[in-house]
């Protein structure tokens, strides 16, 4: 049984990928906030120059056929979704894989709002049109950006 399977519950893995997103972006060199509770739609504030970004961390493990499904909306309890205004950034940890996908949130909930994706880090996806969002592996870069350009990388 691997390590990440052990968790009791899919809230106490979303806190430890929480973590896993914290200590990735802190070694990266960018200034971590983490809000207080739970009442943010973010998870993790990202500070770089006079930057601020609001990141909502998501993680998935279960693998269907070549990729994995990750979803981007709020826990089943909650009937609000995210929106703009509230988010700028998802980073979706593939946990099996060692793999993060930092998706700008307009990419996400623009025009074509999306709930969730299909992510490919281990086998490339057969059909050209399922590479949707395998340009944000590893796109710590985008942590870099303002909102504005941000927003601008997600259309």
Not at 57 to 86: I, M
Not at 123 to 139: G, I, T, W
């Amino acid at each position: 049984m691997e390590e990440w399977e052990r968790f009791k519950s899919v809230k106490e893995q979303g806190e430890w990928a929480e973590l896993q997103f914290m200590a990735a972006a802190a070694g990266r060199r960018f200034t971590v906030c983490k809000p207080w509770g739970d009442t943010r739609a973010f998870d993790v504030g990202i500070e770089h120059a006079p930057n601020f970004l609001r990141v909502q961390v998501k993680s998935c493990t279960h693998r269907r056929g070549r990729g994995y499904w990750c979803q981007f909306r709020p826990h089943h309890g909650k009937n609000e979704d995210y929106s703009l205004e509230e988010v700028d950034l998802f980073a979706a940890y593939v946990i099996p894989a060692n793999a993060w996908y930092l998706i700008p949130a307009a990419r996400l909930l623009g025009r074509q709002r999306t709930r969730g994706a299909m992510l490919f880090p281990v086998v490339l996806p057969v059909r050209k049109n399922s590479f949707h969002y395998e340009c944000y592996r590893d796109a710590w870069w985008l942590l870099r950006k303002t909102r504005r350009g941000l927003a601008k990388c997600g259309r």
